[in-house]
């Protein structure tokens, strides 16, 4: 009786489940319909589909029977671990999976097809996809929306009305990516971190301006050979992203990285750490931020020489003289006066009093809002991971313990701190 009921239990589960937030919780509890539209394109929402899975959702497929073309019902079940709806019957799936009361929490239609786009824009609810969407807009749930079709259909004028009306409904769009002149909807990993950002916003962040520094800076001791270190750039990235997807206008200074940059940040490439000073004294001029966020880990010290050609290998020794870099923090904070600043300072296995201490002292002396301390010796945390751990000290007093997260979910934290700080300074400005 007992290995029968086991076996009953181990039929009732589905092999989503051995994934579902193995990457990340981030989405955990959060009902996520996926909507799929009739293009090519289809067979992404399965990779998406488990991307989501992976961050914690729960998915559900509504498809359209263009999409079923592309994507098998089956497939579509196997992907998400529940049946998906293909059909509106007197069982109004539409209201019961995105109505006031329904099962979801965000729609999401990708691929969006152009006809898709244009019967959700005018309220045609001729299919169990447009449905959807227009339940919840109706009940007011997020819509989040990735179109894919063919460059020229998308240029037309009539998908820029179509969008336009779309985004005055409340329609998040997620903009597709042109490569080679052809157009794709954009990446899976993108249209899932637009999808935290609307279920978890930072509120505020629309319309400010915000500068972020990211990545590590090299000093060369000639064109082959340089002094760097093992930051990723990760941190800066996912402030960039975070801010962009809460409608802030962003500026990313980012040193040598692998990384790809945010599609919608204003991006300078850099490479040495006066580079990067260079770069943000730019970004001041082109245009003053509301927030800084220097996540960046540049070099303290630059050689004093550099050779033109590769120094040889044949040389028994070489001694090589350093010098201290341009302060970049400090230089800012000069340029901006009123801004919110935020630092980071990277410890190695010192004692936690000692990297508060340092931390504190460091925000003193350039003048930071706030700065963000962690430990970098941590396992699976700091450089190089998609997690981290630190302590926000505010200069107005009091210490927040940043508990392990992804670093877009630090990121989230941190900017709602910043845009608080930001008001307070402003209501101290105007009452004076």
């Given at each position: 009786?007992?290995?029968?009921?086991?076996r009953?239990?181990?039929?009732?589960?589905?092999?989503?489940?051995?994934?579902r937030?193995?990457k990340?919780t981030?989405l955990?509890g959060?009902n996520?319909?996926?909507?799929?539209?009739?293009?090519?394109?289809?067979?992404r929402?399965?990779d998406l589909a488990?991307?989501?899975?992976?961050?914690?959702a729960?998915?559900k497929?509504?498809?359209?029977?263009?999409?079923?073309?592309?994507?098998?019902?089956?497939?579509?079940?196997?992907a998400?671990?529940?049946?998906?709806?293909?059909?509106l019957?007197?069982?109004?799936?539409?209201?019961?999976i995105a109505?006031?009361?329904?099962?979801?929490?965000?729609?999401v239609?990708?691929?969006?097809?152009?006809?898709?786009?244009?019967?959700?824009?005018?309220?045609?609810?001729?299919?169990?996809?447009?449905?959807?969407?227009?339940a919840?807009?109706?009940?007011?749930?997020?819509?989040?929306?990735?179109?894919?079709?063919?460059?020229d259909?998308?240029?037309s004028?009539?998908?820029?009305?179509?969008?336009?009306?779309?985004r005055?409904?409340?329609v998040?769009v997620?903009?597709?990516?042109?490569?080679?002149?052809?157009?794709?909807?954009?990446e899976?990993?993108?249209i899932?971190?637009?999808?935290?950002?609307?279920v978890?916003?930072?509120?505020?962040?629309t319309?400010?301006?915000?500068?972020v520094t990211?990545?590590?800076t090299?000093?060369?001791?000639?064109?082959?050979r340089?002094?760097?270190?093992?930051?990723s750039?990760?941190?800066?990235?996912?402030?960039?992203?975070?801010?962009?997807?809460?409608?802030?206008?962003v500026?990313?200074?980012?040193?040598?990285?692998?990384?790809?940059?945010?599609?919608?940040?204003?991006v300078?490439e850099?490479?040495?750490a006066?580079?990067?000073?260079?770069?943000?004294?730019s970004a001041?001029?082109?245009r003053r931020?509301?927030?800084?966020?220097?996540?960046a880990?540049?070099?303290?010290?630059e050689?004093?020489?550099?050779?033109?050609?590769k120094?040889?290998?044949?040389?028994?020794?070489?001694?090589?003289t350093?010098?201290?870099?341009?302060?970049?923090?400090?230089?800012?904070?000069?340029?901006?006066?009123?801004?919110?600043i935020?630092?980071?300072?990277?410890?190695h296995?010192?004692?936690?009093q000692?990297?508060?201490e340092?931390?504190?002292?460091?925000?003193?002396s350039?003048?930071?809002?706030?700065i963000?301390?962690?430990?970098?010796?941590?396992?699976?945390?700091?450089?190089g991971?998609?997690?981290?751990?630190?302590y926000m000290?505010?200069?107005s007093?009091?210490?927040?313990?940043?508990?392990r997260?992804t670093?877009?979910?630090?990121?989230?934290e941190?900017?709602?701190?910043?845009?608080?700080l930001?008001?307070e300074?402003?209501?101290?400005?105007?009452?004076?």
């Amino acid at each position: 009786m007992r290995k029968l009921l086991r076996r009953n239990i181990e039929l009732l589960s589905h092999p989503v489940d051995e994934i579902r937030g193995s990457k990340s919780t981030e989405l955990q509890g959060v009902n996520v319909a996926l909507c799929v539209s009739g293009s090519v394109a289809a067979y992404r929402a399965i990779d998406l589909a488990r991307e989501l899975l992976k961050r914690g959702a729960s998915v559900k497929f509504v498809a359209t029977k263009e999409a079923l073309r592309f994507v098998t019902p089956t497939i579509l079940e196997w992907a998400s671990g529940s049946k998906p709806i293909t059909r509106l019957t007197g069982a109004t799936e539409h209201i019961s999976i995105a109505g006031r009361r329904g099962w979801a929490h965000v729609v999401v239609v990708a691929p969006a097809t152009l006809n898709t786009m244009c019967k959700i824009a005018h309220g045609i609810a001729d299919s169990p996809v447009t449905a959807t969407a227009l339940a919840a807009l109706g009940s007011g749930k997020p819509v989040v929306l990735a179109p894919a079709m063919h460059i020229d259909m998308y240029e037309s004028g009539a998908a820029k009305k179509c969008l336009e009306a779309l985004r005055g409904l409340g329609v998040r769009v997620v903009e597709p990516e042109v490569e080679d002149g052809r157009l794709k909807m954009a990446e899976v990993v993108e249209i899932v971190d637009y999808v935290e950002d609307v279920v978890k916003p930072v509120d505020g962040l629309t319309g400010l301006s915000v500068l972020v520094t990211a990545g590590p800076t090299r000093e060369h001791l000639d064109p082959i050979r340089f002094m760097s270190n093992a930051s990723s750039g990760a941190m800066g990235v996912a402030f960039a992203s975070v801010c962009l997807n809460n409608g802030a206008d962003v500026q990313l200074v980012m040193g040598p990285t692998t990384l790809k940059p945010p599609r919608r940040a204003f991006v300078y490439e850099v490479t040495s750490a006066r580079d990067m000073l260079e770069a943000c004294l730019s970004a001041i001029e082109r245009r003053r931020p509301d927030i800084v966020v220097l996540a960046a880990a540049p070099a303290d010290f630059e050689f004093e020489e550099r050779f033109a050609d590769k120094v040889k290998s044949e040389v028994e020794e070489l001694k090589a003289t350093l010098k201290p870099t341009p302060k970049i923090a400090v230089e800012v904070r000069r340029r901006l006066p009123d801004s919110i600043i935020v630092g980071f300072k990277a410890e190695h296995g010192v004692p936690l009093q000692e990297l508060l201490e340092r931390a504190k002292s460091r925000m003193l002396s350039y003048g930071f809002d706030a700065i963000v301390a962690n430990d970098v010796s941590k396992r699976g945390l700091g450089f190089g991971s998609e997690f981290n751990e630190g302590y926000m000290i505010l200069k107005s007093g009091g210490v927040v313990h940043l508990e392990r997260a992804t670093k877009r979910a630090m990121a989230r934290e941190i900017l709602k701190v910043a845009v608080k700080l930001l008001r307070e300074k402003r209501s101290k400005t105007e009452a004076s």
